[in-house]
């Protein structure tokens, strides 16, 4: 296991950085989950696992990452050179407009989110980074503005270009969508505040952020697991009551808001049908 990057942490500071790989091995190693999106333009070999599909890459290619979307790194030769741009959708997409983002070709589950890359076009790319990279450093006193458009430019280059056809099929689809289905509801906990409650509370709101039906998800994760989508889901949020009970003075209604409940009486509702008991009395 390599470590990761110091420039990941630097990014929810800024809400954006640029950098060029060899100036920092770590930044192609296998990535913990971030809440960030990442183009990447990186010559070498590699083997990218993306949801359901895996890429064997040896050459230059253009990758976008998604923070929706579980995908893991792995770098098979010594040498690895390109360069890596992070950024949240709040600095590409002032004003909460990250939906229009997630479902961007290169960006959703299901679109081309790897791409080959020609000499010449990697020859303009780079051209591309350095000026970001040139641009985080400066002092000019709009160069936000100009480094976004620096990263549209990239993104209309690459919906020009055609997707990589060097994707494989996981052989048991189904085992790896479940497995992007429970890396995804872990990644809604912890819930930290009854300011930020939880988001994704159905099987529907999963099946959406991973572009499947509700049904073709629910048959994945019931047969690869045993159990349906929505039992996962009550299981992690009981779990995760639990552990909100024991652990903090919030009272009952903060935590039926935080996990997702309109009432107090639907929180006590559900505990009390997966526990066999009220909330109150799961308080350590």
Partial sequence: MRSLSTYNNELKLKGFNVFQIEEDGNATRVYSRKEFY???????????????????????????????????????SSTYVGYTCLFSDDFLLPGNRSESLQQSPLFKLGGTPILDISTEQRDFLNGIFQRMISEQQSDYEFKDDLIRNYINLILHESLKLKPSEKYNQNKNAAERLTSVFMELLERQFPIESPERPLQMKSPKDYAQQLSVHTNYLNRAVKQVTGKPTSAHISDRITHEAKSILQHTNWNIAEIAYALGFEYPTYFNHFIKKQTGTAPSFLRA
Avoid: M, V
């Fill in 38 to 76: 990442k183009i990447c333009l990186t010559t070498g070999k590699s083997k990218i696992h993306y949801a359901d599909r895996t890429f064997e890459a040896e050459g230059t290619i253009l990758f976008f990452g998604n923070p929706h979307i579980p995908y893991s790194w792995e770098t098979l």
